[in-house]
């Protein structure tokens, strides 16, 4: 079979309301996906603070990468590496067969970095004009503007976008010099839900080009929408890897909450439950699937009261997937 | 899994000279288009020299016996304030600013000959300096009835413009250890004492023993000089290959000094 079958998305729960449809079907490159950038072992760290520990990872010809970690997990130092502006402490890395800080391989790579400020006297179009001229064969202006929607506002100073435009100029220079490999550094942080969508609608229309995409995000709902296959990265280790499904079921779950005259340990025996905390009378269940498990305490506890179900969240449970690690790490 | 690796050179053609040329115009026009569009670097760096000009060399000159003298001396040592401004902003407080906040890291995360970026800060500059030098030039003239021949003029803006060069080295020293929002007063604090400890406000006969001195050892004292020279002004004789040499030397420290941050920076990190 085609490897490229597999990288095709799973359809995602309520949380992803892009129809999976967009997501354009892979080229069957080979039957093994091509590797075109990876880094060995990459070790990092500024001072006392350790970026990146032991790190592997590697990307595919064509597919969409989700780097998903917390602030301060290490996904930016990790771009920053496969750019070739920033070298690992030790490790190796490689980008299209060669080392990226050597300055050679650019002309094939596109970035979305977050930066602070950019010239905000030059307009748009003159911005765009000027990365434009690094590549080697860029895209039109037209086109780029297309793309990145940035025609109606091309004519216009940076300073006087509003946040989401200023994000689309900075897509706009990162897909101008028609890259095979975009990096896109959290390219929706601080976006208002509808920019967020309009920047979603542009990042797919690059893998239907055809183009490769590391994408870093704290939202788990974004990497979900997008990607291919997702890097759950904290602490500068990777501490989870799978398609998009495979991460969600990992993170997904309920949590129950009620008072009941149960016991601690029958509780915990009913299947389905993941674990319990209790506080007196009062407990507070985490379970794959809440129906069973509510279920069986009613039927057991007669008495029960104040049932409470809540879905854990994406962004709770991806935060509790962190911590969890964290605590088994430091008990190590 | 089978790792396909690609030849180095397979779809990089290398970068034909013309591409090059094209974006080394680019980078020029644009880094000037961007400077002349920011009102407080437009306003600073060609007001204020313009202002003092006027106010120094010709309105509180008038009527003195050796007013013209006077205009023709301040318009070198004016003209030097001038072009120092424009290489201290243009490159200290820009490259503080770009590199702080990341904007430079993503030029160098393209494929942009990192000297294009410096090359296009420098032509801003020369044309910015050009521009000061024949303002200044024209008002001493319309006003302060500075009479020059057309080729000690041209040597004198000449020499100023290439000699900002060494305030170029000294701003890309600042730029890669001042902080973005704190660049513009460490620049400040760096060219205002300097200039007026060089003679550049007050000529340096009228200052006490201790600072002139002390000039000796500034690049902006050894810059005037070379102005000075070149319209037949320079109070004390030395020749001036010393003042050559000690700019060179100061240029040559300050790119030291810029090369060290530009190290440093690769092992940072911008949050």
């Not at chain 1, 990790?78 to 300055?103: C, E, I, Q, W």
């Not at chain 1, 839900?193 to 229309?205: F, N, T």
């Not at chain 2, 060399?57 to 003195?64: A, M, Y």
Request: aromatic residues 8%; glycine residues 8%.
């Amino acid at each position: 079979m085609s490897s490229a079958i597999s990288f095709q998305p799973i359809a995602s729960g309520p949380s992803s309301a892009a129809p999976v449809a967009e997501k354009p079907p892979r080229t069957p490159l080979a039957a093994q996906p091509v590797s075109i950038a990876r880094g060995r072992n990459l070790k990092k760290h500024y001072g006392n603070l350790v970026a990146l520990d032991d790190l592997n990872l590697e990307i595919r010809a064509g597919e969409l990468l989700a780097l998903l970690g917390p602030n301060g997990a290490g996904k930016t130092t990790l771009v920053r590496m496969l750019l070739g502006v920033a070298r690992p402490d030790s490790g190796n890395v490689s980008v299209f067969g060669t080392d990226p800080y050597l300055g050679k391989v650019q002309d094939r790579l596109g970035a979305m970095l977050q930066v602070g400020r950019v010239p905000e006297t030059l307009k748009v179009r003159e911005h765009i004009d000027l990365f434009s001229s690094y590549y080697p064969n860029p895209l039109p202006l037209q086109e780029t503007f297309e793309i990145a929607g940035l025609a109606e506002i091309k004519d216009r100073p940076y300073g006087e976008l509003s946040g989401g435009q200023k994000q689309r100029v900075l897509f706009g220079i990162a897909i101008c010099g028609n890259p095979d490999l975009l990096f896109l550094d959290e390219p929706t942080v601080g976006l208002d839900v509808e920019a967020r969508r309009l920047m979603w609608s542009q990042i797919r229309s690059l893998i239907a080009r055809g183009k490769t995409v590391l994408l870093t995000t704290h939202y788990l709902n974004e990497a979900d929408a997008l990607a291919d296959r997702i890097l759950v990265l904290n602490k500068g280790a990777i501490i989870a890897e799978g398609t998009p499904a495979e991460i969600k079921a990992r993170a997904m779950g309920k949590q129950v909450r009620c008072t009941s005259r149960l016991t601690l340990e029958e509780v915990r025996q009913i299947p389905g439950v993941l674990s319990v905390k209790a506080d007196r009378n009062a407990f507070e269940l985490q379970v794959n699937a809440a129906e069973p498990v509510v279920r069986e305490l009613l039927q057991r506890d007669s008495w029960l009261a104040d049932l409470e179900v809540t879905n854990a969240g994406l962004e709770e449970a991806f935060l509790a997937l962190t911590k969890n690690h964290n605590t088994a790490s430091k008990e190590n | 899994m089978a790792a396909t690796t690609f030849p180095a050179a397979l779809g990089l053609p290398r970068r034909s000279l013309q591409r090059s040329l094209a974006v080394y115009a680019k980078e020029a026009k644009y880094e000037l288009l961007k400077n002349v569009r920011i009102p407080v670097y437009a306003i600073s760096t060609v007001a204020f020299p313009l202002m003092f000009y006027v106010l120094f060399g010709i309105v509180l000159g008038r009527g003195e016996p050796a007013s013209t003298e006077r205009a023709t001396y301040a318009l070198a040592t004016m003209g030097c304030f001038g072009v120092m401004a424009v290489a201290l902003f243009g490159f200290g407080v820009s490259l503080a600013m770009e590199r702080g906040q990341g904007w430079l890291q993503l030029k160098r995360a393209s494929p942009m000959p990192v000297s294009a970026y410096f090359a296009g800060k420098l032509f801003s500059a020369v044309v910015f300096s050009t521009v000061i030098m024949l303002m200044l030039l024209t008002v001493g003239i319309l006003f302060g009835g500075v009479r020059l021949p057309i080729a000690t003029a041209a040597r004198l803006v000449g020499i100023l413009v290439a000699g900002s060069i060494p305030f170029c080295a000294m701003g890309l020293a600042i730029g890669y250890f001042a902080k973005p929002n704190s660049a513009p007063a460490v620049v400040n604090l760096i060219y205002l004492p300097m200039s007026f400890c060089s003679g550049l406000w007050i000529p340096l006969f009228l200052l006490p023993h201790g600072l002139r001195v002390l000039a000796t050892f500034l690049p902006p004292f050894h810059l005037s000089q070379l102005a000075l020279n070149a319209v037949g002004l320079a109070p004390n004789p030395t020749p001036a290959w010393g003042h050559v040499e000690a700019l060179i030397a100061f240029t040559l420290v300050s790119l030291g000094v810029a090369a060290w941050g530009y190290r440093r920076d690769e092992g940072k990190t911008y949050g």
